[in-house]
């Protein structure tokens, strides 16, 4: 059997056109995406999903990930390509990335502009991600993103532009170091919503959610990690209960540290047992939590 790259396909702009409203929906398959490409390496394909990426929950990153794992039995694949949608792609490259053990690399890749739009980019960077994945010199470098003619490491991957054709960067600047990969263990069941801090923040919402027993709780905090007093005190509060907090910040570039004193600094919430995400923004760190929590180890272990 020759060696080929598999591409899974799980909708998003890249296989979308537009309906008699002019509204984008995915229409394209697995099989119509690679001819768009008119890549000449060896290609299977299996369909996953037809989704907006907004939409990809707990459960359907449990099937990618076990989708993926399972097609890497096989020693004839060279790589994995996965076409996603834009919103959410670093959030599935890293859900993939932190399990990935395999030294085949896995490559996300997606389009800014629909299929049927007058210049469109999912061909081009589609074609490009094959490529990638087909490379034995990206070996042992994890999961990875290809777009708009660059190609990214998972870990600490954002989308910095709502409509650039170069929609992605690293909020550290450079690769990051990766941690031992995780278990595949179910994340479906767990539930760990996101809150974003603004100034002079009250704790009122923090409580709200802490009522509703969650497994843990993201703060998308102010600069290197600080919120206001009354949303510092409740999640002093919500540490108290034993909810792991990861403190992750709304700046897109540079790693949070715990620096600042007073009831919503930083250092104050570090000393309470508030987790620093690093250079991991927030629905990366959500993602490194669920994870920690599914397999039983240290949330501050993995970031």
Not at 22 to 40: C, Y
Not at 163 to 180: I, N, T, V
Not at 223 to 233: D, E, K, L, T
Not at 275 to 287: D, E, S, T, V
Request: proline content about 6%.
């Amino acid at each position: 059997m020759e060696p080929f790259v598999l591409l899974i396909a799980t909708g998003g702009t890249i296989a979308c056109t537009a309906d008699a409203d002019g509204a984008l929906v995915p229409t394209l398959n697995a099989e119509e995406l690679v001819r768009s490409s008119g890549t000449a390496e060896s290609v299977r394909v299996h369909d996953a999903l037809r989704l907006d990426s907004s939409a990809i929950t707990f459960a359907d990153l449990d099937k990618l990930r076990s989708l993926t794992a399972k097609a890497l039995q096989d020693p004839q694949i060279r790589g994995i390509v996965m076409s996603h949608g834009t919103d959410s792609m670093a959030e599935t490259a890293f859900a993939l990335d932190i399990v990935h053990d395999d030294p085949r690399p896995i490559v996300l890749t997606g389009a800014q502009h629909a299929a049927d739009h007058q210049h469109p980019d999912g061909p081009g960077n589609l074609a490009s991600a094959i490529a990638v994945a087909a490379d034995p010199l990206r070996r042992n470098n994890g999961v990875l993103l290809h777009f708009g003619g660059a190609t990214l490491p998972a870990r600490g991957l954002l989308k910095r532009d709502t409509h650039a054709l170069d929609a992605f960067a690293l909020s550290s600047g450079r690769p990051l170091p990766r941690p031992a990969a995780l278990g595949r263990a179910s994340l479906a069941d767990l539930r760990i919503p996101i809150l974003r801090a603004w100034p002079g923040a009250e704790g009122d919402i923090v409580d709200a959610i802490a009522s509703s027993n969650p497994d843990g709780i993201v703060i998308e905090a102010l600069g290197s990690g600080n919120v206001g007093p009354g949303m510092g005190a409740a999640i002093a509060r919500v540490l108290r209960l034993g909810i792991p907090v990861v403190i992750t910040s709304s700046v897109p570039y540079g790693e949070v540290t715990f620096a600042y004193g007073g009831a919503g600094g930083g250092a104050t919430l570090g000393s309470r047992g508030a987790i620093a995400a690093g250079f991991l923004r927030a629905g990366q760190a959500r993602i490194a939590l669920a994870t920690a929590l599914a397999n039983g180890v240290d949330p501050a272990s993995v970031f």
